[in-house]
């Protein structure tokens, strides 16, 4: 399970703490949860060990790219924007492609196009927006047939993550908002019941 928008190295040790593999930072400017590289370095430097360190970037350029993985000392790459394949395989590590679902999303032409991803994350399509809402989606449109492993996210709370997890068996989930007390800062209690609720599910 991995918890994103983090911002604070205290929210991240308490994630940790409960029961999360892994924390997103925000490499994002527009985002509320946008971090520094400096800041994130701080934080990923006083992680303990064997915690996975994702960092989510929009549209970026190639050179913002290098330049974060390289100083913050990231494990994997989150693209959440309209990245095609070829840009995101030409880095030095791994990456999981976000996808925005809708109605007509063809989940298995994206499955086929980033044949290198090591996982494709599914967030809510929503109009101007690229990620982050706190928007569900109909999970009914998820084929059964995929073959990578499916990161679930996209409006994820306590209240919603175990039907989640009976229902689309995905490989992982990913919180932000639902863990919140208010944007980039995270409620501790709240990542509790959410990992309670992911640990409760019967699949
Ligand atoms: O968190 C953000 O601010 C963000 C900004 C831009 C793109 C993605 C963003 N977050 C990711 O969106 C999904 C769903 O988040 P939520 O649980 O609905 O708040 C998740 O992968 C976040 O990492």
């Known amino acids: 399970m991995k918890i994103c928008g983090i911002t604070r190295l205290e929210d991240a040790l308490s994630a940790i703490e409960q029961g999360a593999d892994a924390i997103g930072l925000v490499f994002y400017a527009a985002s509320p949860r946008h971090v520094s590289i400096a800041q994130a370095k701080s934080i990923v430097e006083n992680l303990p060990p064997f915690i996975t360190t994702v960092g989510l970037f929009v549209n970026a350029t190639e050179a913002e790219i290098v330049k974060t993985i390289e100083a913050v000392g990231l494990n994997l790459i989150q693209f959440h924007g309209d990245e095609t394949p070829e840009q995101c395989k030409q880095f030095a590590l791994p990456y999981i492609k976000a996808i925005r679902v809708k109605s ?95 640990n409760d599910a019967v699949i």
């Open 104 to 198: 007509d999303t063809n989940l298995v032409q994206y499955e086929a196009d980033f044949e290198d991803a090591k996982a494709l994350l599914l967030d809510t399509y929503t109009e101007g927006l690229v990620g982050g809402t706190g928007q569900v989606f109909d999970w009914s449109l998820i084929p059964k047939t995929l073959q990578k492993p499916i990161i679930l996210a996209g409006g994820l709370n306590s209240h919603n993550v175990r039907q989640a997890v009976e229902q689309v068996h995905p490989y992982a989930v990913d919180v932000s908002g639902g863990v919140e007390a208010s944007k980039g800062i995270k409620d501790a209690a709240k990542i509790a019941a959410f990992i309670r609720g992911v």
